[in-house]
Structure formats: C-alpha cells, structure tokens
C-alpha cells in the first residue's frame, strides 16, 4: 500500500499544530471535556483526537471523571531541575 508522502506530511504537521494548541488550552483554561476542547479549538474532532493521542502517548496529559463528564488536563512537570 502507497500514501501520498505530501498528505502523510501534511496530517502529521496538522496533528503536530494541533497538539500545541491542545497544551495551550489546557496550560491557561485547565481541565476539559474532549467535546468542549474540539469546540473551543475549531478543528476536526479527529484531529483533536489524534493530537490527544500523541500527548498521551508522551504522558503528557491526565484523564479523570467528574460527574458524568470524562476530562483530561496537563500533567504537572516537577521543576527539580530536570528538563
């Protein structure tokens, strides 16, 4: 099976925007449902998903419940003076 290299490119960037905009929202809003960030973000909800994965995938999110709403913040980083 072939893919495009331009459109393998092309979503990887996007999924990489979109993750940096994902820790923006999260590091000055906090918490969120995944429903309300795909809103507050105006992208594709997959590609909000995708951008969730890869910042999972680098521990760099939490997920919790509150009620009946399933959320996920940013991971704290201890400043120990590690990087």
Known sequence: MSISTDL???TMRKIGETSGQIWS???S???VTITKLTRELGEKKDTVLQAIGWLAREDKLFFFEK???K???LVEEES???P
């Open 25 to 27: 929202y999260l590091s």
């Open 80 to 82: 120990n003076g590690k």
């Open 71 to 73: 959320l996920i913040g």
């Open 29 to 31: 809003s906090g918490p």
């Open 8 to 10: 393998h490119d092309d």
């Open 67 to 69: 009620g009946r709403n």
